[in-house]
């Protein structure tokens, strides 16, 4: 039991040091600015408005498995995202359409990033890899995700990147741990390419930090449950809900 409470003392202290660091996201673009364009089209009727398509890329997260090989697509983000915004926006006509495959890294999501996602004509792209791309590296990760991003944006899609949700079996009060590199790999590159990010890692670490317990946001040990996906979507979510004065004024 004491090596238990110990263990659980360092997590706490982990985190609350890694939220103590300076913040990346001051650096970013802010949400009414950064899809300002965006909130301004789903706040439209008809028949002025038109399709708005957001594109959820990666592994099992945005896929929706919990307990493999449960698939839960409408307890996952990308739903709950879906829904969040046409409550907001109950004239809009938007789409949040998946192409993760469960078990794929960046890698793989690049090659096939052109005909999966791209041909899909997305307004919004979101990239969610890096759980899986700790068994590919941060280097090889980083040139796959530099890959996405540049060809979104060669043809004006905005993008979200997404740093990783929790694995119980990760150190994470260790910040050389490879799964906390991985998100601070992310968080960089968001910042050198001015794309938005969704910090997904910090969202679960404050959840501790405020006295929450890991395994009750977890369906396994390194899927989020319905709670875990609600801490990510309403990271997610704000991008998108912005107040439509406060986009329009940018």
């Not at 926006?89 to 890698?107: H, L, M, N, S, Y």
Request: hydrophobic residues 40%; contains cysteine; charged residues 25%.
């Amino acid at each position: 039991m004491s090596q238990h409470i110990f263990s659980g003392f360092r997590l706490v202290l982990g985190m609350l040091t890694f939220l103590a660091q300076p913040a990346v996201a001051d650096e970013l673009p802010t949400t009414t600015r950064y899809l300002a364009e965006i909130t301004r089209e789903l706040a439209k009727q008809w028949p002025e408005n038109r399709r708005v398509t957001i594109v959820c890329h990666g592994h099992s997260v945005p896929t929706g498995y919990f307990a493999t090989p449960e698939v839960r697509p409408f307890d996952s983000y990308p739903h709950l995202l879906e829904v969040a915004i046409h409550e907001r926006f109950p004239t809009c006509v938007a789409q949040v359409i998946r192409t993760g495959i469960g078990g794929e890294d960046a890698e793989q999501g690049a090659k096939r990033f052109r005909d999966d996602v791209l041909a899909k004509r997305p307004d919004v792209v979101t990239i969610d890899y890096s759980l899986n791309d700790r068994r590919i590296g941060l280097e090889r990760a980083k040139a796959a995700w530099t890959t996405m991003i540049e060809q979104a944006k060669a043809v004006g899609v905005k993008v979200i990147l997404f740093t990783p949700t929790p694995d119980t079996r990760a150190r994470l009060d260790d910040p050389n741990d490879p799964l906390r590199q991985h998100a601070e790999q992310v968080r960089q590159l968001a910042t050198e390419h001015q794309v938005a990010l969704v910090d997904s890692t910090l969202a679960f670490d404050k959840f501790v930090a405020n006295g929450g317990v890991l395994a009750d946001v977890m369906a396994q040990v390194n899927h989020p449950n319905r709670q875990g996906h609600e801490l990510v979507t309403a990271e997610l979510s704000r991008w998108f809900l912005e107040p439509v004065s406060a986009a329009a004024s940018d």
